[in-house]
Every structure is written in C-alpha cells, then in structure tokens.
C-alpha cells in the first residue's frame, strides 16, 4: 500500500532534517565511545592510572578551546561544510590511534597530541550540526520547539545508549577494535550530512568577513548585548559547575554514607538522565502552547534545588530518588527551550560563533565543580556542602523572575527564512 501524497509530501520535506537527526546520533554515540575507549585503551596499555588522568585531560580543554574560537570559522566556511569537515577529521585521526599502535607503535606524548586534535576538530561539527536545526527544521516545516526537542532528545539517547554500548564493545571487541568502530561512526555521519543534508542559503545574511579576530569579536558583542542571552549563559555557568560537582563528589559521598551503598549512586545519576529524556519528550509535544519565560524559570529552578536539597535533608533513598526524577523531567525542557531562544535571536550569520562562545563557557567551569565540592566538604562536612549548593542554585534560578530583560521572552522574533541551495 502506497502512502498517501500528501504524507510523501511530508517525508520529503523533512527528510533533510530527520538525517540530521540520525547523523548527530550517530557523531553523538561516537563522541561517548571515545570518552569512554580512550581511557581504557590508555589504562590496558600503560597500566597507569596518572596517565588515563592525562588522557582525560587532553579530551575536555580542547573542548572549550575550540568551542570558544572554532565557531566563527564554521560561520565563514559553512555549517554543512563545517560539519562534514570535522567529523571527516575526528574519524581519521580515531582510527590512526589504533592503526599506529598496531604498525609503527604509539608513543605516549604522541597519543596525547592525536586525542587532543581529535576533540579540537570535533567540537566545530557539534556547533555546525545545531546551528542547522532552524534553518532545517523551517524547510521540513517542523515547530522549532519540537525541533529543538529533537535535538536535544537524539544528544540525551545517544549518550544513554553509548555508555553501556562502550562497555559491551570493550568487554567483546577490546579498546583498540572499539576505536576502529568510533572511527567509523564519524565517517558516517559525515556521508549523512554530505549526501543527505541541503546547503542551505539566507536572504539577507551576507557571508563577508571583516578578518577572523573581528569576525569573532562581533560574536562576543552581539553576546553582550543580549542580556537574555548573556544572563542565561551565566546560569547555565554557574549550574553546571554546581552539577559536576554533584554527579561526581557529592552523589558518590550520599551513598556511601547515608545510604550505605554504592548502587544509590548509580541510580540516582540514571535517575536525571531518565527523567530528562522523558521531559525533553513531553516538552517537544506540549511546549508551543507554553509561557516560555515561566516554564524556562520553573523548569530551571525545579532542575536542581530539591534534587540537591533532599539530599542535604537526609531524606531516605526513594524520596530522595523520586525527586531526582522529576527534577530531571524539568531539567528536560530547558536546553530545548535555550535552542529556541538562541535560534530566533542569533542572527543565521552570527549563529556559529554564538553559540560556540556559549558553549566554551558553560564547559569553562566544569572542572572547577568537583574541585569546589570535595574541597568544602573537607572543610564543612556533606550536609553543609549541599545545603551551600542548594542556595547558590537558588540564587542562579531567578533571573528570568526579575530580570527586566526576560519579560519579552514570550515575543518571538526570527532572523531571516532559509532557501535550499541546489
């Protein structure tokens, strides 16, 4: 049975858009393969733990480095362009660390050198990939709250399937097999976009570059001058620090000592992530028809306060667990709704770099969070440490609620309409 015209009609159009979808999976799963093989495959091959340190290292500053100043470049070489390049380069370089360990031999400093580029050249295409999803998601005529939703929804699966993936992988393949298979999801998701994604051009949004340096300072500025933009940033800043300190110290210490076992730990960081997806779902099918400065403050205000201040109540484990869900339900919808807000107020020439800024900044203090939480607690003890982070998530919860700036939020305003390039 043939489907109807009008559904053929419908495939087409978003056909591009659902290979962007299935592309960043893919280039998603391969990101969580590699931040889980590489340390393996350092750790089997030196025996070093200090040396899986470094390894990890030399994976997350290259993110915020490149992050930071790689944007304006996929802005002046083109997203789709931007995009096959970096996964193209990401595959080959993945594969070349097995591939030299197995003929020539693998030096330590040299494997450093190949992680570190690997992650300084991927970080552009998970740049290019989003700043497609308005332009992509207006062709096939999908709601940009569902398509943000999408998006987000296909990032959060993808690490969820690709952590236990790389576990099975390693456990039947080994690290270096693994590292052929990420190699290769790169390269797929490079054909995906190379073949199944349009170059897509914008009335009114000129490509001509003043110079790289200025290029990116008018990123930073246009930044600036959003205080939408620029107060959302710094509460994302300042919350995921806050969360990494909590995923990785302070989860770890509840369940040792006030659950007395290890398992609470790995439930209640499943728990966010489960609750996420869920609430990423509800808010792609229900969030059109939402306020979205009232459901972005609840939503992140519900995210981490009572998910942090049960804990620092003592309360017993399955409340406890309960409440991380719904947090995680909440934390669902606010980086669909932040997409929304970036697409409809970034200009398309100005979106790349944007957002890449963003990006380097909301990584930018990650690492400080479990130095922050283990630090305190040393001093202050684990109730005083959470009670502490209960109250600095609750102060970076109220912009939207008295910020002069968020009252217009429930204005959209667009940029420019694409057009599909042939």
């Known amino acids: ?74 802005d002046l070489i083109g997203f789709r362009r931007a995009s096959v390049l970096s996964d193209v380069a990401s595959g080959l370089i993945v594969i070349a660390i097995p591939a030299l360990f197995l003929t020539t031999g693998l030096s330590f400093p040299v494997l450093l050198a190949l992680v570190f580029v690997r992650w300084l050249t991927a970080t552009p295409g998970e740049t290019a990939r989003k700043a497609m999803v308005p332009d992509l998601a207006e062709l096939g005529r999908v709601k940009i709250e569902r398509a943000t939703a999408a998006y987000d929804g296909v990032n959060r699966g993808a690490r969820m399937v690709g952590a236990p993936l790389a576990g099975v992988l390693i ?76 995923t990785q110290v302070l989860l770890a210490l509840y369940a040792r000592d006030v659950v007395h076992d290890p398992r609470a730990f790995g439930l209640l960081a499943g728990g966010v992530g489960a609750g996420a997806v869920i609430g990423t779902i509800v808010y792609g099918a229900v969030g059109e028809r939402l306020p979205r400065r009232l459901t972005f403050g609840l939503c992140f205000l519900v995210a981490g306060v009572p998910r942090i201040l049960v804990l620092a109540l003592g309360a017993p484990f399955p409340v406890a667990l309960g409440v991380t869900v719904l947090s ?95």
């Open 171 to 246: 456990l039947w393949l080994g690290p270096t097999a693994l590292l052929f298979v990420d190699g290769a999801t790169f390269l797929l998701s490079a054909l995906l976009i190379g073949t199944g994604v349009p170059r897509v051009t914008h009335a009114g949004a000129p490509r001509e570059s003043g110079g790289y340096l200025r290029d990116l300072g008018d990123g930073l500025a246009f930044l600036w001058r959003d205080r939408v933009q620029l107060t959302g940033t710094a509460m994302i800043v300042v919350t995921n620090m806050l969360d990494t300190g909590v």
């Open 328 to 422: 995680g339900f909440a934390a669902g919808a606010i980086n669909p709704l932040l997409g929304v807000l970036q697409f409809e107020r970034i200009p398309t020439q100005l979106r790349a770099r944007v957002l890449g800024t963003m990006t380097a900044a909301a990584y930018a203090a990650m690492p400080l969070g479990g130095l922050l939480a283990g630090s305190l607690t040393e001093l202050t003890g684990l109730t005083v440490t959470l009670f502490a982070f209960t109250a600095v998530y609750f102060a970076a919860s109220f912009p939207p609620f008295v910020s002069r700036a968020w009252r217009g939020l429930d204005e959209p305003s667009r940029a420019g309409a694409p057009t599909q390039a042939g």
């Open 1 to 74: 049975m043939q489907p109807e015209p009008a559904v053929r009609e419908a495939l087409s159009v978003r056909r591009p858009f659902f290979t962007l979808l299935a592309a960043n999976a893919v280039s998603a799963t391969g990101n969580v393969l590699s931040m889980l093989a590489v340390p393996w495959f350092v750790l089997e091959t030196t025996g070093s733990a200090a040396l899986t340190g470094m390894a990890a290292f030399a994976s997350t500053l290259p993110i915020v480095i490149s992050a930071a100043f790689g944007g304006t470049l996929v």
